[in-house]
């Protein structure tokens, strides 16, 4: 899906210590997702991508050779040319490894070739993805949608898709458990686009983060206090009808 005009900046933000990333490059020696998230954003045209990888390395490279007086002064490398990411996306997911290599089988009869291969290959059957997008400067939750690929959703092993991904593929163009994967990270962006697009700020009677709606005892604060007063004036009134 694709936006008229862009919402903001946005950065791509990868958790390396989570169990999902390691099993991605340790289990199906598949690389970072990030370049594949930048290039779905950058062809929707939602958002304006802003490197915060490994670019960074460089930029700061640059600025210190600017500090060191190493670079031309026609350079116009100054302080405050930076743009700000306005939001943050990060990704997650799920493999499901069910019955993974029972297709090839059903493909073979089919007349196998090339397909019957590539599925009989699968470390995993599916992939369940999720993304969701912050707020930088509040840190709240703007937006966060699932989405799904299986390994018979061959629709999206054709040359389309990998002239989709280009360069940018990597592993991902070029390996069956790679096109499930960004198969369903396409499905989670569809789904982030149409929720962005139909964007409402949540309503909130009162200041974010300024304590709440739902009361949590205090320290040094009796909450029971109100219904042991109900209680007394209740037993009270009760014995005064008994004595007359």
């Known amino acids: 899906m694709k936006c008229d005009k862009p919402l903001g900046t946005l950065a791509v933000v990868e958790d390396q210590n989570a169990a999902w990333y390691g099993q991605l490059t340790g289990q199906y020696k598949l690389g970072s997702t990030v370049p594949v998230l930048k290039l779905l954003v950058q062809q929707s045209n ?7 990888g490994a670019a960074m390395q460089v930029i700061e490279g640059e600025r210190n050779l600017r500090d060191s ?39 073979a009869g089919f007349g196998g070739g090339w397909l019957g291969i590539l599925a009989g290959g699968l470390k995993f059957k599916e992939a369940s993805t999720l993304l969701t997008i912050v707020d930088n400067r509040s840190s709240v939750q703007v937006a966060a949608a699932e989405g799904s690929a299986k390994n018979t959703d061959f629709s999206l092993f054709g040359g389309a898709f990998g002239g989709m991904l280009g360069g940018a593929g990597g592993g991902y163009k070029n390996t069956a458990e790679g096109k499930v994967i960004v198969g369903a990270f396409t499905d989670s962006y569809n789904n982030i686009v149409r929720a962005v697009k139909n964007y409402k700020a949540q309503s909130y ?3 974010l983060g300024g304590g709440g709606k739902l009361g949590v005892q205090s320290e040094g604060t009796q909450n029971t206090k109100s219904v042991t007063n109900k209680t007394s004036t209740k037993s009270s009134t009760t014995t005064k009808k008994k004595k007359k």
Do not use: W
């Open 46 to 52: 939602c958002f304006i991508v802003v490197d915060r």
């Open 69 to 107: 007086g190493e670079l031309r002064q026609t350079s116009k490398m100054h302080k405050g040319q930076m743009v700000a990411a306005d939001y943050a996306m990060s990704p997650s997911i799920t493999f499901s490894n069910n019955d993974a290599g029972g297709v090839s089988g059903g493909l």
């Open 205 to 207: 009677d009162g200041e």
